[in-house]
T-cell receptor, first 116, second 114 residues
Framework: AQTVTQSQPEMSVQEAETVTLSCTYD???????LFWYKQPPSRQMILVIRQEAYKQQNATENRFSVNFQKAAKSFSLKISDSQLGDAAMYFCAYRSLNNAGNMLTFGGGTRLMVKP | ETGVTQSPTHLIKTRGQQVTLRCSSQSGHNTVSWYQQALGQGPQFIFQ???????GRGNFPPRFSGLQFPNYSSELNVNALELDDSALYLC?????????????FGEGSWLTVV
């Protein structure tokens, strides 16, 4: 079974600065998907960014980018030019190609606070 | 706005009772999955339905059951409620059961068991 670990329960960043959230995972599979989801107080999970394990290039989505280190099983999220609206819980998630398609394994989350 | 709607948004039940939570998937999405998110934790996969059949299940007991209807909407039923069942229940839908599809989540149903 796969596991996902987020070692930072809380992080804080000044508005307009950059912050990096960490995620490590454990798997014996060679091909899979990794995701970062944002969960604001409304509780709806919003997809931030997605990475296919077979792609060496790190995914980027506007101010969000990842550092995917497959050998180290590390998948960190970098948020540039942080905005007040970025304050939320962030979850790292793993998706196997061998399980039910919608089965995500989530980490425990990191609460991001943005200071004005 | 993901187009995934859940009801009710909040409810309180007594230990031992049964509860039904409902989910309408995004238009065109034939795959629905349910997650349980306890306070302060990440969501945990309960099960997935594709074309009205359960085709994937997480580590949850049989008192957690579900249905998917011909219009792809879904229900989550929990029998013999326990205090530990208190959680946010998230529904998610996708256009197919395959791992490459994007999953869209609803806002969840808060269940409190007293």
């Amino acid at each position: 079974a796969q596991t996902v670990t987020q070692s930072q329960p809380e992080m804080s960043v000044q508005e307009a600065e950059t912050v990096t959230l960490s995620c490590t995972y454990d798997t014996s599979e060679s091909d899979y998907y990794l995701f970062w989801y944002k969960q604001p107080p409304s509780r709806q999970m919003i997809l931030v960014i997605r990475q296919e394990a077979y792609k060496q290039q790190n995914a980027t989505e506007n101010r969000f980018s990842v550092n995917f280190q497959k050998a180290a099983k590390s998948f960190s999220l970098k948020i540039s030019d942080s905005q007040l609206g970025d304050a939320a819980m962030y979850f790292c998630a793993y998706r196997s190609l061998n399980n039910a398609g919608n089965m995500l394994t989530f980490g425990g989350g990191t609460r991001l606070m943005v200071k004005p | 706005e993901t187009g995934v709607t859940q009801s009710p948004t909040h409810l309180i039940k007594t230990r031992g009772q049964q509860v039904t939570l409902r989910c309408s998937s995004q238009s065109g999405h034939n795959t629905v999955s349910w997650y349980q998110q306890a306070l302060g934790q990440g969501p945990q996969f309960i099960f997935q339905y594709y074309r009205e059949e359960e085709n994937g299940r997480g580590n949850f007991p049989p008192r957690f059951s579900g249905l998917q209807f011909p219009n792809y909407s879904s229900e989550l039923n929990v029998n013999a409620l326990e205090l530990d069942d208190s959680a946010l229940y998230l529904c998610a839908s996708s256009p197919g059961p395959f791992s490459g599809n994007t999953i869209y989540f609803g806002e969840g149903s808060w269940l409190t068991v007293v």
